[in-house]
C-alpha cells in the first residue's frame, strides 16, 4: 500500500526526527545504498557533486552480500561477475580491488529435465554434441546462427549492460526468438537453463530483449571472474569514501518547486534532485504521486530466491569427477526446487583449508512458497536435490546459513525495455526526482550499476 503523507502526518514525523538542510545547490540524495545507488553517488562525486546516500539497512550493497561463515566467505546473493562487464570493473579498480579479481574454472555442469548430469566448457561448445545434448547439426546450425548474428567481430559492440540498446528485440517473447534464431534444443536444453539458474526466471515469460542480451554474452565467450574478498567487498569500499548513512529508512519523498526531499527515519533531507535506487516496490511506496511512466515500472514483478550456504567438515570432498566444477545449472522442466548449485572453493581458492562450501540457490517459483518456512524447514526440503549432485553430504555439513530474497532479480517480459525508454524519454528538463535501480536494467549487477550512472548523468546534465 502506498504511503501518503500529510499536514498531520508530518507533524508526527518532525516530533521525531529533525530537519536535516543539506546545501540546495550542490547536493544529491541518493534513496539506497545497492550497487545503483552507491555508482550513482560515486559518479555524481567525480565530478565534485557532494551527495548523501541513505541506506535502511545496517549494510551496504543490498544483494551483492558477503558475510564470513566459519573460516570461509560467503556470497549470499550476486555470486559472480563477468568479463563483458564494463562498470564493474572501472568501479573495481578505481577503489583499488583489481588485484583481487580472480577467473572462475568454466566448466559447467547442467541437470536435465531427465535429471541426467552433463558436464561442458562454454569455450568447447562441440562437448554438446559429444554428451548428447544436441546433435551434430543443431551445433552445426548453433555456429552457424551465432556467425550470422554476432558476426567474427571480438568486442561486443552493443552494451550489455543497457537494456533501452536492445529494443529492437523487446516486441517478441524469448521462447519465441531462440527457436526461430536457434532451435528448440537450444532454446529448451541451454536457454531455459540457463534463465532458470542464474536469474530464476522463465524463458517463455521473457522478452527476447534479455534473451539477445544473454546469447551476447556466450557469443563472445566472456569469462566468468569473481572479487577473492567477496562481492560485498566493492560495495563496501565504494560506501567508505562516500557519505552513507545507515538505518536511514526513507519514508516518501515530496517536491516543492524550490527543492525534493527526502523524509526518512533520521531525519528531513532537501536538496535539488533526488536518485531513488531502490526495488521497484520499495519505490512505489515513497514516491507520492507517480506519473504513469513511473507507475508502469513500479509494477515490475521479481523472481525471488533463497541462497543455502552449507559448509562441510574436512573430511568430504565432492565426487571425483565433478570436483573441479564452478556451477550446476538445473533444467526448470525437470522441476527440481534448487536451480543452480555452486563449489565456492572452485571460485575462491581460499575456501579449500575450510572443507568445502557450497552454495545452492532455489528457483523461482519454490523460493516464493518457502520463503515463510524456517532454515531447518528448508534445509530438509532441499536434501534431495543436493544429494543428487554431492552424495550424503548432508552428514558432512558443518556450519549453514539461509539467505532469502524476495526481490532476487526484475524480471524482463515483452515491452518492459520499452517501458524504460518511455520513462526516460519523458522526463522534463526541470525534474527533480530520478529512478535507477535493477528494475530500470537488466538482471545482472553491470546492469544496475548501470541504471545509476544513467541517473546521475542526467543530473550532471541539468
Known amino acids: ?86 562498470i564493474i570493473p572501472k568501479l573495481i579498480d578505481e577503489v583499488e580491488l583489481s588485484n583481487n579479481l580472480i577467473a572462475v574454472n568454466e566448466s559447467v555442469g547442467i541437470v536435465r529435465k531427465n535429471q541426467e548430469l552433463v558436464v561442458f566448457n562454454p569455450r568447447k561448445p562441440w562437448g554438446l554434441f559429444s554428451s548428447h545434448v544436441l546433435s551434430i547439426w543443431e551445433l552445426l546450425f548453433l555456429a552457424f546462427k551465432q556467425l550470422k548474428l554476432f558476426g567474427l567481430k571480438k ?153 543455502i550456504s552449507l559448509l562441510t567438515t574436512s573430511s568430504w570432498t565432492p565426487p571425483s569427477t565433478i570436483s573441479s566444477i564452478y556451477g550446476f545449472l538445473f533444467n526448470p522442466q525437470g522441476n527440481n526446487k534448487v536451480a543452480a548449485l555452486t563449489i565456492e572453493n572452485n571460485k575462491l581458492a581460499t575456501q579449500s583449508e575450510c572443507g568445502y562450501l557450497i552454495n545452492a540457490m532455489l528457483s523461482d517459483k519454490w523460493a516464493k512458497k518457502m520463503l515463510i518456512l524456517t532454515d531447518e524447514e528448508i534445509y530438509r526440503e532441499i536434501k534431495s536435490d543436493i544429494e543428487m549432485i554431492f552424495p550424503d553430504l548432508y552428514i558432512h555439513v558443518d556450519t549453514k546459513n539461509v539467505s532469502r530474497w524476495q526481490y532476487a532479480m526484475p524480471c524482463i517480459p515483452v515491452g518492459h525495455a520499452a517501458r524504460v525508454q518511455q520513462y526516460r524519454d519523458s522526463r522534463k528538463i526541470n525534474n ?18 548501470q541504471t545509476g550512472i544513467w541517473a546521475a548523468n542526467q543530473v550532471l546534465l541539468r
Open 155 to 307: 568486442q561486443i559492440s552493443v552494451p550489455l549492460n543497457d537494456i533501452t540498446s536492445w529494443l529492437q528485440y523487446d516486441a517478441q517473447s524469448a521462447s519465441e526468438w531462440m527457436i526461430k534464431n536457434f532451435g528448440k534444443s537450444v532454446a529448451y536444453e541451454l536457454s531455459a537453463t540457463i534463465f532458470n539458474g542464474l536469474y530464476f526466471q522463465s524463458l517463455n515469460d521473457s522478452s527476447a530483449a534479455m534473451a539477445a542480451a544473454v546469447a551476447t554474452f556466450y557469443a563472445y565467450k566472456s569469462q566468468t571472474i569473481a572479487l577473492a574478498t567477496g562481492m560485498g567487498s566493492l560495495p563496501q569500499k565504494l560506501a567508505d569514501r562516500l557519505n552513507v548513512k545507515l538505518g536511514a529508512r526513507v519514508l516518501a519523498i515530496n517536491e516543492t518547486p524550490t527543492y525534493i526531499e527526502a523524509i526518512s527515519s533520521i531525519g528531513i533531507f532537501r536538496a535539488k534532485h533526488i536518485i531513488l535506487a531502490t526495488p521497484a516496490a520499495t519505490a512505489k511506496n515513497i514516491v507520492q504521486n507517480p506519473d504513469p511512466e513511473m507507475l508502469a515500472l513500479f509494477d515490475t514483478s521479481y523472481s525471488s530466491s533463497i541462497t
Open 432 to 449: 527533480k526526482l530520478w529512478l535507477a535501480g535493477d528494475y530500470l536494467g537488466l538482471p545482472w549487477t553491470d546492469s544496475a550499476a
Open 1 to 86: 500500500m502506498q504511503v501518503t503523507f500529510n499536514t498531520y502526518n508530518l507533524f508526527i514525523v518532525n516530533n521525531f526526527v529533525t530537519t536535516m538542510d543539506e546545501p540546495l545547490s550542490t547536493t544529491v540524495i541518493i534513496v539506497g545504498a545497492g550497487i545503483a545507488g552507491l555508482a550513482a553517488a560515486w559518479q555524481l562525486n567525480q565530478f565534485g557533486i557532494n551527495t548523501v546516500v541513505l541506506e535502511a539497512e545496517h549494510i551496504v550493497g543490498g544483494r551483492m552480500k558477503t558475510i564470513q561463515l566459519g573460516n570461509a566467505l560467503v556470497d549470499c546473493g550476486a555470486q559472480f561477475l563477468s568479463s563483458a562487464y564494463t
